[in-house]
């Protein structure tokens, strides 16, 4: 423990509590809004195998974020499970001080196989994302023919390994797979599991993001409120992206998270570290912190704990960001039908690199 760790705020007063480290920017799937084929194509040119933070490096970053007040970490990517050695990684991560909750967001596509060495391992949850029961849209939204059944039998490996309740993720995209909503509550009304509904956000500059993609957090509420009748529920913890919703038939809950449209940014305790070691303090961030640099060098008179415990102080101490509560100001330019001119667009860190 140095001078610099102990808990901090950043200057709105929030405090850091969550983790998420991407661990490749590789993925097996090639989602439209995340993705897209003409940008992510074969002679893509991904991370060196070399630029990686390996595991020791990975964790000894997540230790400092624990000094300062870090208690859930989360594994993302690209796809996690593309990630050799990956348990390896969980175990050492699953055993630091002060980290009570240790989860990861997955494709599901490897799941099946992989479920219970994670479990094994130490991990404690799976957010698993799929966006569609029916293949026809699935298929066309991760782009490389992945069936719904593979997903579905991997939700099911989650849970026969001890990784249960799931959540699920689905991004919800206007005239794409809006027709999908209610299927999927259905399907996962009574389970246990927890759909979440995520708006399509402006993540990156790849996507091609326009604000009639969007199918507000407020329009879904409403949809399933036709359907099944919703009650709304109290947030289980400050900094809960997902406004909570139960069935009235008390048959289990959903989550709508309202990043275009609801921002929450005042409560946002959430640092991203990137595979290569960049350290992120907003999703819609353009630049970041190398923190890489600083666990690969010596400092002199210091360790190297040290350094990196005055740099993660110095970097979260310094924050400001609040970009969704901003940018309402340049959607609802959009929604006018104003252009939004560059200078008000600059080239966002993509969401394949960070993990959302
Ligand atoms: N590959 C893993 C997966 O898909 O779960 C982890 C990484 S992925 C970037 C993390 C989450 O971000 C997924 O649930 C995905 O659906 C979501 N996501 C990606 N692009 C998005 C966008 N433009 N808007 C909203 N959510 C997005
Ligand atoms: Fe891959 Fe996840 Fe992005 Fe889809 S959302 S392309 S699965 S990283
Ligand atoms: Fe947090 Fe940035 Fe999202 Fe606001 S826009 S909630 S600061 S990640």
Redo the contacts with the bound molecule.
């Keep these: 423990m140095t001078g610099d760790a102990g808990l901090v705020t950043d200057i709105l007063g929030r405090p850091v509590r969550d983790l998420r480290i991407?661990v490749t920017d590789r993925?097996n799937?090639r989602?439209t809004?995340?993705m897209p084929k003409e940008v992510f194509h074969r002679d893509f040119q991904y991370l060196a195998r070399s630029a990686l933070l390996d595991f020791d490096e990975i964790e000894r970053v997540a230790r400092s974020f624990a000094r300062h007040g870090v208690t859930k970490l989360r594994l993302?990517?690209?796809?996690?499970l593309l990630r050799r050695g990956l348990e390896d990684l969980i175990a050492r991560l699953a055993a630091i001080p002060g980290i009570d909750d240790l989860a990861m967001?997955?494709?599901?596509a490897l799941l099946e196989r992989k479920a219970s060495g994670l479990a094994a391992a130490g991990l404690r949850r799976v957010?698993?994302?799929l966006?569609s029961l029916d293949d026809a849209v699935f298929m066309a939204m991760n782009d490389v023919g992945f069936p719904v059944r593979q997903v579905l039998d991997g939700i099911a490996a989650a849970v026969e390994a001890g990784l249960g309740p799931i959540k699920i993720?689905?991004?919800v995209k206007r005239g794409v797979n809006d027709a999908s909503v209610v299927d999927m509550a259905r399907h996962f009304k009574g389970t246990g599991h927890t759909l979440r509904f995520?708006?399509?956000?402006?993540?990156?500059s790849t996507?091609g993001?326009r604000l009639d993609d969007v199918v507000t957090a407020a329009s879904i509420v409403e949809v399933l409120d036709r359907e099944f009748g919703l009650e709304p529920i109290e947030p289980s913890y400050t900094g809960e992206v997902a406004t909570r919703w139960r069935y009235s038939d008390g048959t289990g809950e959903v989550g709508v998270i309202g990043?275009v449209t609801k921002p929450f940014c005042g409560d946002c305790t959430r640092a991203r570290l990137s595979a290569e070691g960049m350290l992120y303090t907003c999703l819609f961030a353009a630049d970041g912190t190398d923190l890489r640099e600083v666990v690969r060098s010596s400092h002199d008179g210091r360790t190297v704990d040290e350094a990196l415990d005055q740099r993660v102080h110095q970097v979260w101490s310094n924050r400001t960001d609040r970009y969704s509560e901003t940018r309402s100001s340049v959607t609802d330019g959009l929604a006018a039908g104003l252009t939004i001119r560059p200078a008000t667009r600059p080239v966002k860190v993509e969401?394949?690199h960070?993990?959302?």
């Design positions: 991407s993925c799937f989602c809004y995340c993302t990517g690209g796809e996690p967001t997955t494709n599901g957010t698993v994302s966006d993720n689905m991004v995520i708006e399509y956000m402006d993540v990156g996507n993001w990043s969401m394949s960070i993990g959302g």
